[in-house]
């Protein structure tokens, strides 16, 4: 959804006139954010559909959106279809179900589509898991994913991903796929939308107004996070001699809306530092999450050994001013971007790593960190130009355009 919430002040300018088919938000269950609604131009067109009420779904162990709306969607995009001429359908959700419409629509309206792979569609990730590691439901929702994912992509007209691995993985998985262009484009960030926490003056959320430094990490905690997480709090524990100076902050850490696990406090408790972490399991308002992020001292983001991933959030971490202290990839894009704008401390993980190799070179920068909160980053701001959104959503015309020339009449 951020995608295209940040693009559409941009594509009519950019030459593009979009029509957002979209679920109505008194059928969604899942978190909401009522501010979002007022980031969207007046004058874009949007036509909500509904869905099957969750209550009853459940009865039959279905809680998933995009299966309860997928008839609604399929109707209103074939009414839509049907009386007007579009060029191009782009599926920008991880709601994945719905995306088995643009082979459908393709056939029966003649318009190419693109799909925008934020996450995996198809994840094999638990198949080598035991079973009491897998979510509940694996099989029946992996078979389902890989069967539609295998149904819908080899007729995809392009790829957009946050991850080249995400590209990589689906062409090599279908051949039709290896002629078809693609993009990968992280998301950006929207200066309008700090603009919109400074003029309404939104407080931060759960900073607790102690005299400490407020270090905030905002965002889900995957499980590939957890080996940094720990090499960090153990390096924090042996090189900083003041660590009750300090407060450490992870707010929205697991998707679930009602969670409660606290997974970084644990791996805390276990080396002796639990009482300097508050974990907040359950999002909170993205502007609040801004705003919160604008009166933090230091931003961690701990990240992952692939060198492919790439944290999107990272935009808005840069962009709020506040100094960056984070563990990635050497390869990975979000160095090139903390280095580049000259936000803050990347700490480089190298494939040869081990537990031990990763712990020393986040000790050795533990220095640089103990006086990070009394840094305020120059940033470079000719160089966040290229990560803002209008130049995001350049890049998607200039996609839309190429796909839109490359498909056979």
């Not at 109707?75 to 001429?85: D, V």
């Not at 991903?161 to 960030?189: C, D, H, M, W």
């Amino acid at each position: 959804m951020q995608r295209v919430r940040m693009s559409l002040p941009y594509y009519k300018e950019l030459g593009w006139e979009p029509v957002v088919l979209c679920v109505d938000e008194q059928f969604v269950t899942g978190f909401k954010d009522e501010l979002l609604s007022e980031t969207i131009p007046s004058d874009i067109r949007i036509c909500r559909v509904k869905a099957l009420p969750a209550h009853v779904t459940a009865r039959f162990g279905v809680g998933s959106l995009s299966i309860r709306s997928y008839y609604h969607f399929k109707k209103a995009g074939n009414k839509l279809l049907a009386a007007e001429k579009f060029d191009l359908v782009f599926f920008s959700t991880t709601l994945f179900h719905v995306c088995a419409l643009g082979p459908y629509w393709k056939k029966k309206f003649g318009v190419p589509f693109i799909v925008d792979m934020q996450d995996p569609w198809r994840n094999d990730f638990y198949l080598s898991k035991p079973r009491s590691q897998r979510p509940p439901k694996f099989w029946a929702s992996h078979r389902l994913d890989k069967t539609l994912e295998a149904y819908t992509m080899p007729h995809a007209a392009g790829i957009i991903s946050v991850s080249q691995a995400y590209i990589n993985n689906l062409t090599e998985r279908y051949q039709q796929l290896r002629s078809k262009p693609t993009l990968l484009l992280p998301f950006g960030v929207s200066a309008k939308d700090f603009e919109l926490v400074q003029h309404k003056n939104i407080p931060p959320q759960v900073l607790n107004g102690k005299k400490k430094i407020s270090v905030v990490y905002m965002g889900a905690i995957n499980s590939f996070f957890l080996p940094m997480i720990r090499a960090f709090f153990t390096a924090f524990k042996n090189c900083i001699s003041n660590p009750n100076d300090y407060h450490f902050y992870f707010i929205g850490t697991n998707y679930a809306l009602h969670a409660n696990h606290q997974t970084v406090k644990l791996i805390g408790n276990e080396l002796g530092v639990g009482h300097l972490i508050t974990e907040v399991p359950q999002r909170i308002p993205y502007f609040s999450a801004l705003a919160t992020l604008m009166h933090a001292d230091v931003l961690f983001v701990p990240g992952s050994a692939d060198s492919d991933y790439n944290a999107s959030k990272i935009y808005n971490n840069i962009f709020s001013g506040k100094p960056i202290f984070s563990i990635f990839h050497e390869k990975s894009l979000v160095r090139q971007a903390i280095e580049e704008t000259s936000a803050g401390i990347v700490v480089c993980i190298q494939d040869t790593d081990t537990a031990e190799s990763l712990s020393k070179r986040i000790e050795q920068a533990m220095p640089d960190f103990s006086v990070l909160h009394l840094r305020k980053p120059a940033l470079k701001k000719e160089r966040l130009q290229k990560f803002m959104a209008n130049t995001m959503a350049k890049q998607q015309v200039n996609f839309f355009n190429e796909v839109v020339e490359n498909e056979p009449v």
